[in-house]
């Protein structure tokens, strides 16, 4: 992206996937996504089969009074075929926080807005705008 683009409101509102990625737990999801397509890749050339991997992800409210933050619950399912018959199959699963800024963008960093875009605390006893 450019820095016009960057500047833009419209994208200001948009997830970062692959960052949201990398910041949760540490950048493991991340790190197990990859590896589970690195194996599964492997296994579908050595086999000649179809393999599959998955990742599913469930937003739960997280329970606060102001609804800024969301449990991330992030399922990997890896279907590795074998290579004479069956397959090896592993779930993952890990949870974490996102928080909620201005129009849905969803971030590991607690944002400097709240959902409906309200003035935040910039520091104790100093209230600023946030555009």
């Known amino acids: ?29 991340a790190n197990v996504l990859g590896l589970a397509l690195s194996n599964v890749g492997r296994a579908v050339a050595a086999a000649n089969k179809q393999g599959e991997v998955t990742i599913k992800l469930k937003l739960k409210p997280g329970g606060s009074s102001d609804n800024s933050f969301l449990d ?34 969803l971030t590991y960093d607690r944002p400097k807005e709240d959902v409906n875009g309200q003035m935040a605390f910039d520091e104790p006893r100093k209230l600023k705008e946030v555009r």
């Open 1 to 29: 992206m450019t820095d016009e683009t960057e500047k833009k409101p419209e994208y200001d509102r948009v997830t970062n996937f692959p960052k949201l990625m990398q910041d949760i737990d540490g950048g493991v999801v």
């Open 72 to 105: 991330v619950i992030a399922g990997i399912t890896v279907d590795e075929p074998k290579l004479n018959f069956g397959k090896k199959k592993e779930d993952f699963q890990y949870r974490s926080i996102a928080y909620v800024g201005k129009g849905g963008k």
